[in-house]
């Protein structure tokens, strides 16, 4: 009687330990996929900086419109620089007659050169290019760069400095279409050969050909370079917010 008790006991301990290894490993998995799912960027909100023209080519516009599409497919609101025309007409139409919200941010002295006929969701006006670029990184919590021209290229280049500043650390990226960005990447590379530019910091910079290539990559982002500063140091509120007097209107396009 003694032994049959004995074995019971045995038994009973060795499943109870099985058990809990069991337990271990399925807790160890769901902690696992937790850290991954806490590592995925979710955004509200993206800004995008683009041309107030369409380029020669096609696949710039097929870009802008698959930029929209992916905002609107994973409810994403957009932040532009609030034109009509161009690639910027584009996006902001996709994203406005999907139903998402649409947040555009223009100087007053561009009203009549970006905009043509009525605006496309919420527009606020702004003084100057410093408080429209402040306002759209207030506003956004990540940034995609389409095909543009030197206004466009500026903003992409002044949000990659905030970052490398320690201002923000949003992910940037960049929608290389038909190798449009070739050159400026490589001039960021011969930065880093010639020790202008620090190897991690090019990392700041996401790359990928597609839209939806990109907003993944975007939100597995983690910064990986040294800050200038850190963001404290920073006064963030006069960079990021704007303190002038700006005026929203909301029509529908």
């Known amino acids: 009687m003694w032994k049959w008790a004995l074995l019971i006991h045995v038994v009973f301990f060795s499943n109870t330990d099985q058990l809990l290894v069991l337990a271990d490993k399925r807790m160890e998995g769901e902690e696992g996929t937790s850290t ?3 590592k995925m960027r979710k955004f509200k909100r993206i800004c995008v900086f683009c041309g107030s023209r369409t380029g020669y080519k096609s696949s710039f516009s097929d870009a802008a419109l698959q930029i929209g599409k992916q905002l609107v497919d994973r409810k994403i609101d957009l932040v532009y620089g ?9 996006v902001s139409k996709t994203v406005f007659d999907g139903g998402r919200h649409v947040l555009g941010i223009i100087p007053k002295a ?7 006929g009525e605006t496309i969701g919420d527009l606020k006006v702004v003084e100057d290019m410093h408080q429209r670029k402040s306002e759209m ?3 956004a919590d990540a940034f ?9 290229m500026e903003e992409l280049l002044e949000i990659i400095a905030w970052s490398q500043f320690g201002i923000h650390e949003k992910p940037v990226g960049l929608l290389n279409v038909c190798g449009y960005y070739n050159s400026l990447l490589a001039l960021f590379d011969k930065g880093v050969e010639e020790g202008f530019i620090e190897d991690s910091a090019r990392q700041i910079v996401v790359v990928a050909d597609s839209a939806e290539e990109l907003i993944k990559k975007l939100e597995e982002y983690v910064p990986v370079h040294d800050r200038v500063a850190p963001r404290q140091s920073w006064e963030v509120n006069q960079l990021l917010v704007s303190e002038s007097t700006t005026s929203v209107t909301s029509q529908k396009s």
């Open 36 to 38: 991954m799912e806490e």
């Open 82 to 90: 609030g034109g009509s025309v161009g690639l910027m007409g584009l």
């Open 110 to 116: 561009l009203l009549s050169h970006e905009i043509s």
């Open 137 to 139: 990184a207030k506003n």
């Open 144 to 152: 995609i760069a389409l095909p543009g021209g030197y206004g466009t």
